[in-house]
């Protein structure tokens, strides 16, 4: 019995293993191909973790959120996610924290899909939801930002 459960529990694992790299390379090759058509430099940052929140937040630039309004994303992305989840394990204010932490998720997400395709919210409901974020950057990743100029599409300074 025990092995059979032993089996189980490693073929669980290797089908979430299978899973996670298949979504790391959409979410990847995704942000690649949005960052060189935006002219970013450097489109390949979007295969490195923390870099790709970079990416992220130079393809949303600017937001706003409860009243705030928050540019300079590309540099504020990666601060506030690699931040906020070294202070989850503190204690009580850990909890607030991770709230915050996936209020912003969702509303960064939202923008991003606002920015590139008529169902951002679906596509930001659904992703919070099921986790499919990386499959909808992933289908959104050959789209033009929506209503943008031609100069709008000029690449972002870097930070």
């Given at each position: 019995?025990?092995?059979?459960?032993?089996?189980?529990?490693?073929?669980?694992?290797?089908?979430?293993?299978?899973?996670?790299?298949?979504?790391?390379?959409?979410?990847?090759?995704?942000?690649?191909?949005?960052?060189?058509?935006?002219?970013?430099?450097?489109p390949?940052?979007?295969?490195?973790?923390?870099?790709?929140?970079?990416?992220?937040?130079?393809l949303?630039?600017?937001?706003?959120?409860?009243?705030?309004?928050?540019?300079?994303?590309?540099?504020?992305?990666?601060?506030?996610?690699?931040?906020?989840?070294?202070?989850?394990?503190?204690?009580?204010?850990?909890?607030?924290?991770?709230?915050?932490?996936?209020?912003?998720?969702?509303?960064?997400?939202?923008?991003?899909?606002?920015?590139?395709?008529?169902?951002?919210?679906?596509?930001?409901?659904?992703?919070?939801?099921?986790?499919?974020?990386?499959?909808?950057?992933?289908?959104?990743?050959?789209?033009?930002?929506?209503?943008?100029?031609?100069?709008?599409?000029?690449?972002?300074?870097?930070?």
């Amino acid at each position: 019995m025990s092995t059979v459960i032993a089996i189980a529990g490693a073929a669980t694992f290797f089908i979430l293993l299978v899973i996670a790299v298949v979504f790391y390379v959409l979410k990847s090759v995704a942000l690649q191909t949005l960052a060189a058509n935006r002219g970013i430099e450097n489109p390949w940052l979007g295969w490195i973790p923390i870099a790709d929140l970079y990416i992220m937040g130079l393809l949303v630039k600017e937001m706003d959120a409860f009243g705030y309004h928050l540019d300079n994303l590309g540099l504020w992305c990666p601060v506030i996610f690699v931040g906020g989840g070294i202070l989850v394990g503190i204690p009580v204010l850990g909890v607030l924290i991770s709230v915050a932490l996936l209020v912003f998720a969702a509303l960064f997400a939202y923008k991003l899909f606002e920015i590139y395709t008529s169902q951002a919210v679906l596509y930001t409901v659904l992703s919070i939801l099921l986790c499919l974020f990386p499959v909808f950057l992933f289908i959104i990743r050959n789209n033009n930002p929506i209503g943008s100029t031609p100069q709008e599409l000029q690449p972002p300074t870097a930070y």
